[in-house]
């Protein structure tokens, strides 16, 4: 019995050390903002068919959890961040290659839901019941959003109506189930709605931009599979696909 | 040690809530551990797989469920709304979804004591002519307070924990809905809220361990008059 249990021991052992060791050469690890899933998946797949030799491992979450899984030694190759706070914060750790630090995209804030309601700015806000918003301290739209309700001056009538969410495709969720008469998202995540609509834009004088910088970690830098494919990033087949998706490219 | 205002909030509705997902659930449970370990009943393995599906599910299925249900366009929240009750997105609703997410361990505990008492005092207490209540109330009840309060004590704590299905019915709200997971949540991902969440993070740990030590202690005290 001791016998067999030593045996299968060391053979859960040796299946741990061999997964260790497979991260082999043509495997690139990408650690990405949630918000721009859709798009990597589409260019990673697209990219894969002209160069069969790489193979994707795709690690989507939000930029914070992301950062700190880099910080902490997680396998990635390749950030993408939805905000530059997280992309200064491991630059200056020193664990992302300072020199292929890119801006990827933008995104622009909207105002989404189904509420019957007129609402054709940020004016009409103080009139609805409820408004999603992604919870400031953690969520990037959150911040943005604050920011610009702050600046246009309505921030002290909306105190009580704000519904805080984990994150922005919570607000979008809660938009499409008419839990709140409408949330602040990102135009990407607006377009994804099926039942809310787009009610206005957010006049970008009222929040910083949006900004997604990309950059390959420190250990990725001289990796030629992982300066190849941030190079197809930054190419024509990316902005494409970018713009099809509602991202902005300057 | 570092903590706002709201930081202190979240520590008080993190106690309300969870005391009174316990004290919400505590009939109920006792009903119907009632029902699975005395009572002979046609598809019991369904009441005892329904009760059991919260400690599998995961807990942010469960949130998108009573959200569903609660919700403006759920039957449950219709009526709700009615009697003029407003629940989603108020801390109600975070006592809904931990009392759902607990309420398995509470009817184990209980289950496990129940099982434990001597049959035949209770057919004794029946053949010399006591009501079906009379028994439930001075023979069951008693005898199973041990696992009364040990199930109480595990769905408080676990109730301290909730997380997954809170932030889906309650949302994230500081001073509101925001217990401590939340607001540890809300701190470590931003690089700035470390220390934040540190402070948070000891304090949920006393109280899990304060609960947990009292817990084993009255079980140690309430094992020992028993067996007197």
Redesign the interface.
């Known amino acids: 019995m001791i016998q067999a249990m030593k045996k299968v021991t060391i053979l859960c052992f040796a299946l741990l050390t061999m997964t260790a060791l497979t991260a082999k050469a043509g495997e690139l690890n990408l650690s990405v903002a949630a918000s721009l899933k859709e798009v990597i998946n589409e260019l990673s797949a697209s990219y894969t068919a002209t160069h069969p030799g790489t193979v994707f491992l795709k690690n989507f979450g ?1 930029s ?2 992301l ?2 899984q880099i910080e902490n030694g997680g396998p990635a190759d390749l950030f993408i961040a939805a905000n530059t ?2 992309m200064d ?1 491991l630059n200056n750790k020193k664990l992302v290659e300072a020199s292929t630090i890119k801006t990827f995209a933008y995104n622009s804030l909207v105002f989404t839901g189904t509420t019957n309601k007129k609402v054709q700015s940020i004016k009409y806000l103080p009139k609805l019941d ?1 408004i999603g918003i992604g ?1 400031p ?3 990037p739209a959150g911040e943005y959003a604050t920011a610009a309700i702050t600046k246009a001056g309505i921030a002290s009538q909306l105190t009580n109506k ?5 994150d922005v495709r ?1 607000c979008l969720m809660y938009a499409e ?3 709140v008469d409408g949330s602040f998202v990102y135009k990407t995540d607006a377009l994804l709605a099926k039942k809310s609509k787009l009610l206005f834009t957010v006049p970008q004088a009222l929040y910083p931009r949006v900004v997604y910088p990309m950059a390959l970690t420190n250990k990725a830098a001289q990796n030629s599979d992982a300066k190849a494919f941030i190079a197809y990033l930054q190419g024509k087949e990316a902005k494409s696909v970018l713009t099809k998706y509602g991202f902005i490219l300057k | 040690m570092q903590m706002t205002p709201e930081d202190i909030t979240a520590i008080w509705l993190s106690l309300k809530v969870a005391l009174s997902a316990t004290a919400l659930s505590l009939p109920f449970g006792f009903a119907v551990a009632w029902l699975l370990v005395f009572k002979t009943l046609r598809g019991k393995v369904v009441l005892e797989v329904l009760v059991n599906l919260p400690l599998t599910l995961p807990p942010v299925v469960i949130g998108y469920f009573l959200l569903l249900l609660f919700g403006k366009n759920g039957w449950a929240g219709k009526l709700l709304a009615e009697w003029g009750i407003e629940l989603i997105f108020t801390w109600k609703a975070a006592v809904i979804a931990s009392a759902v997410v607990g309420f398995p361990l509470l009817v184990r505990s209980i289950r496990l004591g129940m099982e434990s008492i001597d049959r035949q005092l209770v057919d004794a207490s029946r053949s010399l002519g006591a009501s079906w209540h009379d028994s439930l109330f001075t023979i069951i009840l008693p005898l199973s307070l041990r696992g009364i309060f040990a199930g109480a004590s595990l769905m408080f704590a676990r109730s301290l924990g909730e997380f997954g299905a809170t932030i889906i019915i309650a949302g994230n709200i500081p001073g509101r809905t925001q217990t401590i997971p939340l607001a540890i949540y809300d701190y470590a991902s931003s690089p700035s809220g470390s220390a934040m969440a540190l402070s948070l993070c000891l304090v949920s740990v006393i109280i899990s361990v304060a609960v947990l030590l009292l817990h084993e202690m009255l079980g140690k005290q309430l094992q020992r008059s028993t067996d007197q």
Request: neutral net charge; proline residues 5%.
């Open positions: 939000p914070g959890t950062a700190g706070e997280w914060y409820k919870s301290k953690s969520v704000l519904v805080m969410a984990k919570e189930l008419g839990e």
